[in-house]
């Protein structure tokens, strides 16, 4: 029993930084609306403006009350005003976004600010970090521990008396429910709602400023790390409930430890350690109760930017060609009166033909080039490319066409990789046919993701696959089966008899044919009766259901389809890297991942190869940039994510129907700037029906 103390107490420490983490998350999700995914970078630049303060010669309390009460609430009023006030309401994968990218971007801007990191090991806010001053037992606690312990138990019987018995507690809860209806009552909801980003700010400015001395040196990925951590004790609380984060924080902080203090030494005792807030988000995720968002008055004002977007329609039950001109400019001319924009009219259609055309002339080009003039440098940039853009086109499939959320689509390509050099190294199989079955095993891994997560939708089964990509890096990548640990996997080039895929501009040529097969496989699947499925499973799963579909068979085998898909884009980039390590599939490219295809294009094959291209060809550019800005491409698409919310359909979407737009301006075909008719029929023309279209690239 004194063994278990000794194992225990040391972690309470550790539960009150989780619980700090949780506890943020919760103020956030339940006073503005919004689970911020960005918490942990607000801590890191925080605890990175301390650590610099305190290099210049600042005393602590000063440097504390800059970073804490000063740039905090300023980074928290910023994020408020500039985004997360204009998509309280949107959708899950609206609201994800934007945080993933802040999450990724932000650490990255405050570096550059910086320009190098502290020379200084991070000190402690209130007491000497190493000093002893008493003991649990036969545990002894440092001035570090007793500093977050203290801090955790005061901020959230703070937070409690103020949510509970102070009126701008209670305010902050009715905005949630109603900004109109808080109002009306001569309540400022804008106030009350930066009011609590300010307070969730100072805390996770806090939370950094505490939590800089348990690491050597500052790294973005360590807040990253304990952020998840932060997760599992918000979902322990239900997103809801303070004092129940504070507990789960505490017992995460407590059963670490232990299991550390019990297990033999190994890569499961080892792995499993970081891996627990898996198990805790798998167990008490499909009992969590999201808190639903929808404002009774919010039809009062027009509808936002991102959600706008997200806008319906009608479509032509047939396709009217030949001699129906007369009928097709009677339905041209009742979408038009509807929709001013012209967005879904016959003539819009007709008008998008030249414009694919235009498009599968420039990828002729550029295919034409990377045969003949491109350099070996930008040849290999363009294949990873293709590689990229096979993984993106698994995000098409599953998120795009099904509105499921995966955050761990880069392990299922990491193990596709793997599988495929394993494979070719000790069974001596062809790598073609290695590919093959890496990306059968990532379609059983997928099928093992989507089963306990069935019950699972928008932010939960984002936060139950992020946890998997997390057990995947510390558990099933570092074994010398799977990823090798940080050796790797050799994997080596394709061939095919005599013939031999080793020189570049023959392995671009099959990347090419890989890709094809696999974009075709997607239109199919979109165009067919499984892709209408998939339509119907995203706008609405209860509708699904009450038509017949088997929502649950469906989330496996797309889950499985999409995880097979991202591991063949896997097995095609290890193969042209000639090497896999962990590395290069870990969480943090997951997010990446779908930071970068959301905001090109998530819901079209063509926004997700021109996602892979672009997203390369970035690196590559600024690959010869100084270290100070090593992080830029991570601003540039975390900043990107702020016109996501504005262009949920993503780039090349809006990018082509403005070019439309404009020709169809030019040509006559119609014009934008009419005035809506006010004797619209109410119904569509004969051989019109009405039917939901969403837009391409939005989870509904």
């Given at each position: 029993?004194?063994?278990?103390?000794?194992?225990?107490?040391?972690?309470?420490?550790?539960?009150?930084?989780?619980a700090?983490?949780?506890?943020?998350?919760?103020?956030?999700?339940?006073?503005?609306?919004?689970?911020?995914?960005?918490?942990?970078?607000?801590?890191?630049?925080?605890?990175?403006?301390?650590?610099?303060?305190?290099?210049?010669?600042?005393?602590?309390?000063?440097?504390?009350?800059?970073?804490?009460?000063?740039?905090?609430?300023?980074?928290?009023?910023?994020?408020?005003r500039?985004?997360?006030?204009?998509?309280?309401?949107?959708?899950?994968?609206?609201?994800?976004?934007?945080?993933?990218?802040?999450?990724?971007?932000?650490?990255?801007?405050?570096?550059?600010?910086?320009?190098?990191?502290?020379?200084?090991?991070?000190?402690?806010?209130?007491?000497?970090?190493?000093?002893?001053?008493?003991?649990?037992?036969?545990?002894?606690?440092?001035?570090l521990?007793?500093?977050?312990?203290?801090?955790?138990?005061?901020?959230?019987?703070?937070?409690?008396?103020?949510?509970?018995?102070?009126?701008?507690?209670?305010?902050?809860?009715?905005?949630v429910?109603?900004?109109?209806?808080?109002?009306?009552?001569?309540?400022?909801?804008?106030?009350?709602s930066?009011?609590?980003?300010?307070?969730?700010?100072?805390?996770?400015?806090?939370?950094?400023?505490?939590?800089?001395?348990?690491?050597?040196?500052?790294?973005?990925?360590?807040?990253?790390?304990?952020?998840?951590?932060?997760?599992?004790?918000?979902?322990?609380?239900?997103?809801?409930?303070?004092?129940?984060?504070?507990?789960?924080?505490?017992?995460?902080?407590v059963?670490?430890?232990?299991?550390?203090?019990?297990?033999?030494?190994?890569?499961?005792?080892?792995?499993?350690?970081?891996?627990l807030?898996?198990?805790?988000?798998?167990?008490?995720?499909?009992?969590?109760?999201?808190?639903?968002?929808?404002?009774?008055?919010?039809?009062?004002?027009?509808?936002?930017?991102?959600?706008?977007?997200?806008?319906?329609?009608?479509?032509?039950?047939?396709?009217?060609?030949?001699?129906?001109?007369?009928?097709?400019?009677?339905?041209?001319?009742?979408?038009?009166?509807?929709?001013?924009?012209?967005?879904?009219?016959?003539?819009?259609?007709?008008?998008?033909?030249?414009?694919?055309?235009?498009?599968?002339?420039?990828g002729?080009?550029?295919?034409?080039?990377?045969?003949?003039?491109?350099?070996?440098?930008?040849?290999?940039t363009?294949?990873?490319?293709?590689?990229?853009?096979?993984?993106?086109?698994?995000?098409?499939?599953?998120?795009?066409?099904?509105g499921?959320?995966?955050?761990?689509?880069?392990?299922?390509?990491?193990?596709?990789?793997?599988?495929?050099?394993?494979?070719?190294?000790?069974?001596?199989?062809?790598?073609?046919?290695?590919?093959?079955?890496?990306?059968?095993?990532?379609?059983?891994?997928?099928?093992?993701?989507?089963?306990?997560?069935?019950?699972?939708?928008?932010?939960?089964?984002?936060?139950?696959?992020?946890?998997?990509?997390?057990?995947?890096?510390?558990?099933l990548?570092?074994?010398?089966?799977?990823?090798?640990?940080?050796?790797?996997?050799?994997?080596?080039?394709?061939?095919?008899?005599?013939?031999?895929?080793?020189?570049?501009?023959?392995?671009?040529?099959?990347?090419?044919?890989?890709?094809?097969?696999?974009?075709?496989?997607?239109?199919?699947?979109?165009?067919?009766?499984?892709?209408?499925?998939?339509?119907?499973?995203?706008?609405?799963?209860?509708?699904?259901?009450?038509?017949?579909?088997?929502?649950?068979?469906?989330?496996?085998?797309?889950?499985?389809?999409?995880?097979?898909?991202?591991?063949?884009?896997?097995?095609?980039?290890?193969?042209?890297?000639?090497?896999?390590?962990?590395?290069?599939?870990?969480?943090?490219?997951?997010?990446?991942?779908?930071?970068v295809?959301?905001?090109?294009?998530?819901?079209?094959?063509?926004?997700?190869?021109?996602?892979?291209?672009?997203?390369?060809?970035?690196?590559?550019s600024?690959?010869?940039?100084?270290?100070?800005?090593?992080?830029?491409?991570?601003?540039?698409?975390?900043?990107?994510?702020?016109?996501?919310?504005?262009?949920p359909?993503?780039?090349?979407?809006?990018?082509?129907?403005?070019?439309?737009?404009?020709v169809?301006?030019?040509?006559?075909?119609?014009?934008?700037?009419?005035?809506?008719?006010?004797?619209?029929?109410?119904?569509?023309?004969t051989?019109?029906?009405?039917?939901?279209?969403?837009?391409?690239?939005?989870?509904?």
């Amino acid at each position: 029993m004194s063994q278990l103390f000794n194992y225990a107490v040391p972690g309470i420490p550790f539960g009150c930084v989780f619980a700090l983490m949780g506890v943020g998350l919760v103020l956030t999700y339940k006073a503005a609306g919004v689970f911020n995914l960005a918490f942990g970078a607000q801590a890191f630049v925080s605890g990175l403006a301390f650590v610099f303060l305190v290099q210049d010669g600042w005393p602590r309390w000063a440097a504390g009350i800059i970073a804490i009460l000063g740039l905090g609430p300023l980074v928290g009023l910023v994020l408020d005003r500039l985004l997360f006030r204009r998509i309280r309401t949107a959708s899950p994968l609206v609201k994800l976004v934007p945080s993933l990218g802040l999450l990724i971007a932000l650490p990255q801007v405050a570096l550059i600010i910086a320009g190098s990191t502290p020379q200084i090991p991070p000190p402690a806010l209130f007491l000497d970090a190493q000093t002893v001053y008493f003991h649990l037992g036969s545990v002894p606690l440092s001035g570090l521990e007793l500093s977050i312990t203290v801090a955790t138990v005061l901020v959230v019987a703070a937070l409690v008396v103020l949510f509970r018995l102070t009126p701008v507690g209670l305010e902050m809860r009715a905005v949630v429910e109603s900004p109109r209806l808080t109002e009306l009552f001569g309540i400022n909801a804008g106030r009350v709602s930066a009011f609590a980003w300010v307070l969730s700010s100072c805390i996770a400015a806090l939370a950094g400023v505490l939590l800089a001395p348990l690491y050597s040196q500052l790294n973005p990925e360590d807040y990253t790390v304990l952020l998840v951590w932060g997760i599992a004790a918000a979902v322990i609380g239900r997103f809801a409930s303070l004092p129940l984060a504070l507990v789960g924080g505490l017992g995460l902080g407590v059963a670490q430890q232990i299991l550390a203090g019990y297990l033999p030494a190994g890569i499961i005792a080892t792995g499993l350690r970081p891996s627990l807030p898996f198990v805790v988000l798998l167990v008490f995720l499909p009992f969590s109760r999201q808190r639903q968002l929808d404002d009774p008055l919010a039809d009062c004002d027009p509808p936002i930017a991102a959600l706008a977007g997200e806008a319906r329609g009608y479509r032509a039950a047939a396709t009217l060609t030949g001699d129906r001109g007369d009928e097709t400019v009677a339905v041209g001319l009742w979408h038009r009166t509807l929709h001013p924009d012209g967005g879904t009219s016959i003539g819009r259609r007709l008008l998008q033909r030249p414009t694919a055309v235009l498009g599968w002339v420039v990828g002729g080009l550029a295919v034409l080039s990377a045969l003949t003039w491109v350099s070996p440098d930008w040849l290999l940039t363009m294949t990873q490319g293709i590689a990229f853009g096979i993984i993106f086109l698994s995000l098409t499939l599953l998120t795009g066409m099904s509105g499921q959320i995966s955050l761990c689509q880069a392990s299922f390509a990491g193990l596709g990789g793997f599988a495929a050099g394993q494979f070719a190294n000790h069974l001596d199989l062809s790598l073609l046919a290695g590919m093959v079955l890496g990306g059968a095993m990532a379609a059983v891994l997928g099928v093992v993701v989507a089963l306990p997560t069935l019950r699972l939708a928008g932010l939960p089964l984002a936060l139950a696959t992020l946890a998997f990509a997390l057990l995947a890096d510390n558990i099933l990548f570092p074994n010398g089966w799977v990823g090798n640990g940080a050796t790797g996997v050799l994997v080596p080039r394709p061939e095919i008899g005599p013939i031999s895929f080793n020189a570049s501009r023959s392995f671009f040529l099959l990347a090419l044919v890989v890709l094809a097969l696999v974009a075709g496989l997607v239109k199919l699947i979109g165009d067919g009766t499984m892709g209408r499925f998939l339509a119907a499973m995203r706008g609405s799963e209860v509708a699904a259901v009450s038509v017949g579909i088997d929502v649950h068979r469906l989330r496996v085998v797309v889950f499985a389809v999409s995880a097979g898909l991202a591991g063949v884009g896997g097995a095609l980039y290890g193969s042209l890297q000639g090497s896999l390590a962990p590395n290069d599939f870990n969480y943090q490219i997951s997010l990446v991942l779908l930071v970068v295809v959301a905001i090109v294009g998530l819901g079209s094959i063509s926004g997700a190869v021109v996602a892979g291209v672009v997203y390369t060809a970035l690196l590559k550019s600024l690959s010869t940039l100084p270290a100070r800005y090593a992080g830029l491409l991570a601003v540039l698409f975390g900043l990107a994510t702020l016109s996501y919310t504005r262009h949920p359909e993503g780039v090349v979407d809006y990018l082509g129907n403005r070019l439309v737009g404009l020709v169809g301006r030019l040509t006559g075909r119609w014009r934008d700037d009419l005035p809506p008719r006010t004797d619209a029929p109410a119904h569509p023309p004969t051989g019109v029906e009405r039917v939901p279209m969403a837009a391409d690239g939005v989870d509904r």
